[in-house]
Each structure stands twice: as C-alpha cells, then as structure tokens.
C-alpha cells in the first residue's frame, strides 16, 4: 500500500481521520524511549479499577495484532478489527497509509464506536509526527528519552527530545519523567504546556516493602506495582502523576488496585517453573542497562544464560556492553526478519568485546532450546534483544510446545 515501511508525518492519516467517526473523550497521550508501554499499561488498569470504560492502543505486539487494541482491559476480537479495517480502507481513498497510520487508524475507529470514558495512546515512533498526535490530548506523558531510532528522530538526544515533546499541547499538562532530555522542558515551555516534571513536581521514593509516591495532591504509600523491576517505580510515577493532572475522579483504592492488576508481557515478565525464564524486550543502550541493574537487584543461586536476536539497525554492540556482566553463557540467534541481523555478525560483535558465544543458531527458537538443555534448575535464562525475539519464544509458551533441561512450558 505504501512505497516505505515507515514515513512520519500527519497529512495523510489526518486527511484519512476526518472520514471516519470520531470520539470525544479525554485522551492521554505516552511517549518516550523506553517505559512508554508499561506507563500505558498502568494508565489502564488504574483507571479499569477505578470502573472506567477504557480504551488502550499499544505497540508493537509480540504475538497477536489484537495486543495492539484493548476495550474494557480485553483485546478487540479479529471480526471488530478486521471490519475496522475495511472502513479505514474503504475511507482512504487514494491516500497511501504505512502499517502503523492504518492501525492507528483502525484503533481511532474502534474506539469512536465503543464511546469510552478515557482513551490512553502509546506512541509508536517519536512524537510530534506519529500517528496518535492527530489526537489532541487532555494530557501527555513524555516517559523517558534514549538515543533510539536515529535515522528518524534526529542524531543525538537533544533533537530525539524534541521530536517527542510534540505530543504537547498549550495549556495541557506535560507529565515528563526523570530520564529526559532537557529540550523536552524547554519543549513544553515553548509549546505553552503546564509542566509536571519527575524530580521537581512529583517523586518517588523506594522502601523494603512499600514505595512511596509524592505528587501534585499529596504522598501515597503503596505496595509493590504486580510489573517486576525496580525501574517500574519510574513509570508507575509518571502514571500516577498524569492520574493527578487529568480531572477525573480515581480512588485511592483504585490506584492500588490497579498497579496490582497491571499486566503487560515482555517487560521482565518471569515465566513459572524452573529454571526462570525471563522475557524482556530490551533492545536499546538504556533498556539494557535497566536490564542489567535489574538482574543484578535478583540474584540466584545458578547461572544467567541470554538468549539473543536483534534488529541490525539497533545500537547492538551498546546492548552487549552493557550487559557483560550479567549473562554467564550467550546464545545467540539470528533474526528471520528483512531488518534482521544475523547470529554470525552477533557473534562477531561479541568477539570484540571478548566474549565467545555457546552457540550461534539460525532463529531464537533454536537457541532457546539449545539454552533450555543446558540449563540447570538453579539456572535463569533470560530471553532479550527484540520484540520479535521474544515474541516467537512467547508464542512457544503459549503453545506449550518446547521442553528441555527437565522442565517442560
């Protein structure tokens, strides 16, 4: 449908959005590098909790399109998705539309029929020109900012920031968490959105059972949020923060309720059973180092065994450093995908950093049971490096069609 896989702007999907019925609830917007997702997911569930109809578009998925679009905390069902389709397409007329401005498109619809309460809008790719900023926000959420995505946003992490504060709006709060650029600030300032910024405006601070949330309507004692790591304290801040700015009555009781029931696969998701099997999506230098601050924070008793497929246009060699001190073997695998890199190029990858890999292996498949053999009970193997890699050894899991080292899934 379209000559490239990627083409920001908004002309099109904004010219193709105007066709279609439209919805007129408060939307939050959540943008950055990384915890962008696990933001949103926290979004959902807290205001689930709270008995909101709420509408949710995530991306990418890992295992089924349906990820992308949940109504009321379930996924769309493929006839609602596929009928959405059809309008969009029926609607476009000669416009060319690329993969995500059709979904997004799809989604827009999706909810326009369901008539929610509230609509909370992951951002796909930077900002100010994604598909999701047709949308004007009641409230947006600038999570974090890395150095991702280059050949789009910008080359360094001050053009990268900018190009994600776009999703501001004058006079809407701007949520900005505690890993930004400062042009994200300077952004806001000049966009004319109130700024609620991590650090200054709202905090949090960790205790050995509970963790502590300080905002714009006073402190919050909480449990644990149900997403492991303690990175989740950041982005369950953020939440909460956009929670206080958006004028819309939630409990105390349902903000506990809704860190506990937050779900969102790939994000140090363990999976039961031993040895551990952990699933993340790690696939830039800062996502990484979260990785490996995490690990480290969960010792045990075996080894930490990685099982890897990447992207080659990703920062590899910077993943790989910083997670050399945490992975005793590596398994590496390539990635049958167009912009996939090959196992022997992460193999030489790791040659430079002077590591040799157990094995390289022709799909994540492979070398998640090659891993899985190899390991021990005590032993934790730690899936990473893409969406796409996690995505085939999640589907596995749910087909429950790999066992190995004694330990069937």
Not at 26 to 51: C, Q
Not at 244 to 265: E, F, K, N
Request: proline share 5%.
């Amino acid at each position: 449908m379209h000559a490239q896989e990627i083409e920001l702007g908004l002309d099109r999907v904004r010219t193709v959005y105007s066709r279609l019925p439209q919805f007129a609830c408060p939307v939050i917007t959540v943008g950055g590098t990384n915890g962008k997702g696990s933001t949103t997911a926290f979004l959902e569930a807290i205001y689930l909790a709270a008995g909101y109809q709420v509408g949710a578009y995530f991306s990418p998925h890992l295992v089924r399109y349906n990820e992308r679009v949940r109504l009321g905390g379930r996924e769309v069902g493929d006839d609602a998705l596929c009928q959405a389709f059809a309008e969009v397409e029926a609607a476009r007329g000669d416009v060319p539309l690329t993969y995500f401005e059709f979904g997004t498109l799809a989604a827009l619809l999706l909810f326009a029929k369901a008539t929610p309460d509230i609509v909370i809008l992951e951002v796909g790719l930077g900002g100010r020109l994604d598909a999701v900023n047709i949308i004007d926000c009641a409230v947006a959420v600038v999570v974090s900012v890395g150095t991702d995505h280059k050949d789009w946003l910008g080359p360094d992490r001050e053009t990268i920031g900018r190009e994600k504060a776009g999703i501001f709006r004058a006079g809407r709060p701007a949520v900005i968490g505690f890993d930004v650029s400062k042009s994200v600030v300077q952004e806001a300032a000049r966009l004319g959105a109130p700024v609620c910024l991590g650090g200054r405006d709202f905090r949090y601070v960790a205790g050995p059972h509970e963790w502590r949330y300080i905002g714009a309507k006073g402190a919050r004692d909480l449990s644990y949020p149900a997403l492991r790591g303690a990175y989740q304290l950041a982005n369950a801040a953020c939440a909460l923060a956009a929670v206080d700015a958006l004028p819309l009555a939630v409990s105390a009781g349902a903000i506990r309720q809704g860190l506990q029931d937050v779900r969102l696969t790939g994000r140090f998701q363990s999976l039961p059973g031993r040895p551990q099997v952990v699933l993340d999506v790690a696939h830039n230098e800062e996502a990484a180092s979260v990785l490996a601050q995490t690990l480290a924070e969960q010792p045990i008793a075996g080894r930490t065994l990685a099982v890897v497929g990447m992207l080659k246009d990703k920062p590899i060699a910077a993943v790989f450093q910083a997670l050399m001190g945490s992975f005793d073997e590596w398994f590496v695998a390539s990635l049958v995908d167009p912009r996939g890199a090959d196992g022997v190029f992460l193999e030489s990858v790791l040659a430079g950093l002077k590591r040799a890999p157990r094995g390289v292996y022709k799909d994540p498949v492979s070398a998640f049971e090659a891993a899985l053999k190899s390991a021990t009970p005590d032993d934790r193997v730690v899936v990473f490096g893409s969406f796409k890699t996690v995505g085939v050894i999640l589907q596995l899991v749910v087909n429950k069609r790999v066992s190995g080292g004694g330990r069937a899934i």
